[in-house]
């Protein structure tokens, strides 16, 4: 059974930086495309950033310039580091494939405030 276990959120300052992670269980993790999505309270999980088995990111224009999107083979792990910190970007983080066809994990909170 696949499973998404992120991690590495936690209650922030603003202007900070942290790099969020996701093990992925899965067989040719290497082949496939690989996002990070946050979801608000009441509302329906946003795609933010993706990138592709080769390796090119790609990220919604609302985070451009502060999230970078990583992955290592290897480890079946992606990455999201996120700096400069808002209080906006306060939200449960989750990975999935871009078109999210494997079932979510818990998430990662990440809260941000003085």
């Known amino acids: 059974q696949v499973q998404l276990a992120e991690s590495g959120g936690g209650l922030v300052q603003p202007g900070d930086s942290l790099t969020l992670s996701c093990v992925a269980s899965?067989?040719?993790?290497?082949?496939?495309?690989w996002s990070w999505f946050r979801q608000y309270p009441g509302k329906q999980r946003e795609l933010v950033a993706t990138?592709?088995?080769?390796?090119?990111?790609t990220y919604r224009d609302s985070v451009k310039g502060r999230f970078a999107i990583s992955r290592d083979n290897p480890k079946t792990t992606v990455y999201l580091q996120i700096h400069s910190l808002k209080p906006e970007d306060t939200a449960v983080y989750y990975c999935?494939?871009?078109?999210?066809?494997?079932?979510w994990g818990q998430g990662t909170q990440v809260t941000v405030s003085s």
């Open positions: 990138i592709s088995s080769n390796g090119s990111p």
């Open positions: 999935n494939t871009p078109t999210a066809v494997l079932s």
């Open positions: 899965i067989d040719m993790f290497r082949f496939r495309n």
